[in-house]
């Protein structure tokens, strides 16, 4: 006879992640996103890219860290991402229980909504833990088959 080790998790009970609409009013009042005015003086699409290795997260199931490396490239409007804003904002991830679609998703979220850029994509790359890789990406408006991964 075979026993199986594998437990199926139900939220709530065997894990919880964080809220994702508290979560986003909590950063906005502790590491507001910080926009600095942009003026365009030449024709074409100006990508900015910026990245950072330094995402911390906690993990829903196991309460161990997450580790992984954030770049967000965008086409300003009128507004460009201010640097130090991005990395206390990334950085207040360190104690948040939540998943890698997840903190996409928020963090994309939160961009868009403080930036508000004509393009933008984001990736999340989460490091191999438990010979599993997480790779997350999200475009808006933005052909993805115009871009390397």
């Known amino acids: 006879m075979v026993v199986s080790t594998f437990k199926l998790y139900r939220?709530?009970?065997?894990?919880?992640?964080?809220?994702t609409k508290k979560l986003r009013a909590w950063l906005k009042k502790t590491a507001p996103l910080v926009a600095f005015d942009f003026e365009q003086l030449?024709?074409?699409?100006?990508?900015?890219?910026?990245?950072?290795p330094e995402l911390t997260c906690i993990c829903?199931?196991?309460?161990?860290?997450?580790f992984g490396s954030v770049k967000i490239e965008y086409v300003p409007n009128k507004v460009c991402l201010e640097l130090k804003s991005f990395k206390l904002y990334i950085?207040?991830?360190?104690?948040?229980?939540?998943?890698?679609?997840?903190?996409?998703?928020?963090i994309f979220a939160d961009f868009l909504g403080a930036i508000k850029p004509e393009k933008a994509r984001i990736e999340v790359d989460m490091n191999v833990r438990g010979n599993v890789k997480t790779v997350c990406r999200k475009y808006y408006k933005v052909n993805i088959l115009s871009f390397r991964t």
């Open 11 to 19: 939220e709530g009970k065997d894990y919880a992640q964080a809220g």
């Open 91 to 106: 950085n207040a991830f360190r104690d948040v229980k939540i998943f890698h679609e997840a903190v996409t998703e928020v």
């Open 60 to 66: 829903p199931f196991t309460d161990y860290p997450d």
């Open 42 to 52: 030449a024709s074409g699409d100006h990508w900015v890219s910026i990245s950072t």
